[in-house]
């Protein structure tokens, strides 16, 4: 069984441009957790989904960020207008129940 | 007060000798505790999972839950260099995981 995927591994981007960040949950997982960690900070809660439902989004920004966790195919992460506070790692965790939860390598965005 | 405090270390030791990472919570409802490990640039990995109150063993790692006194611990025994990380404990309570701010370990050959 696969672990949790996530593309790009790396992205950069230019200030003003989008970034969109993907993620697979392994396989019969329902549940989808995005974080954001900054170097040598911990990791911050932004959003939690199940297929179709955004279930608590309450640690993502109000502007430029949205998530989504479509019917089928991985969830996304789209951040709008980058600037360079947007640049760290964003981990995505998946969940076969909601008591815990496995991690992806993250993708580490860099703006310029 | 956040909900999980953990002390940032760092934490140096011998190797070979036994660790203790601990955390405190001040919410008495959590009931699931976990330990995750994560190495320098990359994604956290589930290391121990408990519930409630007690002990759970496998292999060299034994993690320990008090409830009375909301103490969570991760004993790490005959540590290696390949232990060197930072350690996060967790605990969830509907539908939120709340983390520590992570001990980073060193573990000197």
Redesign the interface.
Known sequence: NAG?MQNPRHLVRRRGQEARLRCSPMKGHSHV?WYRQLPE???K?MV?LQKENI??ESGMPKERFSAEFPKEGPSILRIQQVVRGDSA?Y?C?SSPT?????????T?LLVL | QKEVEQDPGPLSVPEGAIVSLNCTYSNSAFQYFMWYRQYSRKGPELLMYTYSSGNKEDGRFTAQVDKSSKYISLFIRDSQPSDSATYLCVSYNFNKFYFGSGTKLNVKP
Request: hydrophobic share 35%; charged share 25%; proline share 5%.
């Open positions: 949790v957790y900070e911990g990791l809660f939690y279930i608590d790692a981990f965790a909601k008591e815990t939860q496995y991690f992806g390598p993250g580490r």
